[in-house]
């Protein structure tokens, strides 16, 4: 079975460009997550998507981040304009809808992408 | 509001020696928690998954448990091995809330000395 791909591994840009991460999940898996892991720190939850839905988008900057899931498969992480704080790996993962008999609610993760803003 | 702690936040051992990392949660009312492994600049390898019901799970050297009345979970690595070296975290998904956020533990960088 396919793992979560995530594309690109590594970006560098300058402050005040863009950038776009994306991600398709776990076949099947109707949960997508992007997380946001700055050196040190356990991952931060920006956005999960539920199919094609937002349902928790609570600590996504949304004056320069957005995200979209288009047909409730893969998905794509937008940085407009960059800052030098959103230097960090970008973490996609999915899990099977909790809601469904017997789900585990196990999460997977892709390689992450890590970007870079000087 | 779940909160993640895990101790030590470093951990340098000899080749051969056996380990436990720690995790503490403060809300029992959880679905899950899972363990994952993290090497430098990579995604988040799932490592083992204990369900609310269980009291452990065993994956080769690894040994998870589960104490939800404590708050606590341990990891135990038998016979570490320098590739084991990486940072090791741990995830909580409550029962509550309606899309059941997870939260994350800072992790435990561990160090596997040859």
């Known amino acids: 079975e396919a793992g979560v791909a995530q594309s690109p591994r590594y970006k560098i840009i300058e402050k005040r460009q863009s950038v776009a991460f994306w991600c398709n999940p776990i076949?099947?898996?109707?949960?997508l997550y992007w997380y946001q892991q700055i050196l040190g720190q356990g991952p931060k939850l920006l956005i999960q998507f539920q199919n094609n839905g937002v349902v928790d988008d609570s600590q996504l900057p949304k004056d320069r981040f957005s995200a979209e899931r288009l047909k409730g498969v893969d998905s794509t992480l937008k940085i407009q304009p960059a800052k030098l704080e959103d230097s960090a790996v970008y973490l996609c993962?999915?899990?099977?809808?909790?809601?469904?008999?017997?789900?585990?609610?196990?999460?997977?993760f892709g390689e992450g992408s890590r970007l870079t803003v000087l | 509001k779940q909160e993640v702690t895990q101790i030590p936040a470093a951990l340098s051992v000899p080749e051969g020696e056996n380990l436990v990392l720690n995790c503490s949660f403060t809300d029992s009312a959880i679905y899950n928690l899972q363990w994952f492994r993290q090497d430098p600049g990579k995604g988040l390898t799932s490592l083992l998954l204990?369900?609310?019901?269980?009291r452990e799970q065993t994956s080769g050297r690894l040994n998870a448990s589960l104490d939800k009345s404590s708050g606590r979970s341990t990891l135990y690595i038998a016979a570490s091995q320098p590739g084991d070296s990486a940072t090791y975290l741990c995830?909580?998904?409550?029962?509550?809330?309606?899309?059941?956020?997870?939260?994350f533990g800072i992790g435990t960088k561990l160090q596997v000395i040859p």
């Open positions: 993962a999915s899990s099977s809808l909790l809601t469904s008999g017997g789900a585990s609610g196990e999460l997977f």
């Open positions: 995830a909580v998904r409550p029962t509550k809330g309606g899309y059941q956020k997870v939260t």
């Open positions: 204990i369900q609310s019901s269980q």
């Open positions: 076949s099947g898996h109707a949960t």
